[in-house]
């Protein structure tokens, strides 16, 4: 009999609420900086969209290649708690290089500083949510924890509008308040979390050594490859944000988009993660694919705010779709004690796919304006979507 969606909410581990609630936090602290700080590097610094995106892509690329070696080394030690409490706490901590930043270089030091924490933290947190949740409910443990991770990134971009009217638009005042949630997801983790006892070997070898990577199986490497086509697919949500500025919203409601993004992520990502323990993980991921053409067609079509906002809730149900969905897969393909190393390598190339999409997102923004930048992440879903034909044969027999 499958579990009710009520009993399967109940029966999640509380290791992976902990988790997703440390997410939540740290969310809320990231998002009120990321949410103004495209508006904050053109508007007070006087960078250019190409400067946004490749900072962006660079920050977002950075984080998800450091999680290949974060990852090795949760598998190497044996351990993954003490990696995620330092990736944390380094996330937390660099949020006043925003307040007190005065160039575009500081800015750039600080998103990438703020992102190298994140990439050391996040292979060893998906790894430990899959050394913590039954198999059976993996996709729902990853939905839950991605669904409390989203409501962080819309609670962080709202309290950044409430306090953005308080203050005047005082962008480095909203900053220094970004700093109290990062610090409090550290405190949580580190009491909330007990980390399950995992065997190592006495002769320990290298994760990512060719005879360790050759275990890493062909279904496993064909998610890598869909990951990274996905990435290409949907550039930096920095590009939603200019956007919503570009058609003439107040600058102190900006922000406001991303909430409504995040609304949708977090409403879709639970029930999309459990789903996917019952269904065809290849239908899923098309069915993604088609929502994300939708939303860069109406992002690309108008530029009224109501059209805006459907744009940017199709985004958000292409997030709740898919994110979730390929965690479990990497879970799902790679061995246990590898598992680390494996969502270090799908986010190093992921990570490289995100540097390109976002700096070719730019560029084309400055050079032939926001439709064609959403017409190119159409293109790059319809190749996703030509590749995965040609291997449909595959996909049913590796996934």
Known sequence: MTPSPTNTWRQIPKGV?????VSLLMDISSEMVHSLLPMFMVTTLGASAFTVGLIEGAAESTALMVKVFSGALSDYLGKRKGLAVFGYALGALTKPLFAVGTS???VVTARLVDRIGKGIRGAPRDALVADIAPPDMRGAAFGLRQSLDTVGAFLGPLIAVGLMLLWANDFRAVFWVAVIPGLMAVALLIVG??????????KRTNPISRQNLRRLSAPYWWVVAIGAIFTLARFSEAFLVLRAQQIGIAMALVPLVM??????YALSAYPF???SDRMSHTKLLVLGLMVLIAADLVLASSSHWSVLLLGVALWGIHMGITQGLLATMVADTAPAELRGTAYGIFNLMSGVAMLVASGLAGLLWDELGAAFTFYAGAAFCVLALVVMAFRQRGLRRLI
Do not use: T
């Open 104 to 106: 575009v270089g500081v």
């Open 17 to 21: 609420w902990v988790l997703g609630f």
């Open 193 to 202: 979390v007990k980390e399950p006892a995992r065997h190592v070997d006495a």
């Open 273 to 275: 993660g459990q789903l």
């Open 259 to 264: 909430v409504a993004m995040n609304i949708v």
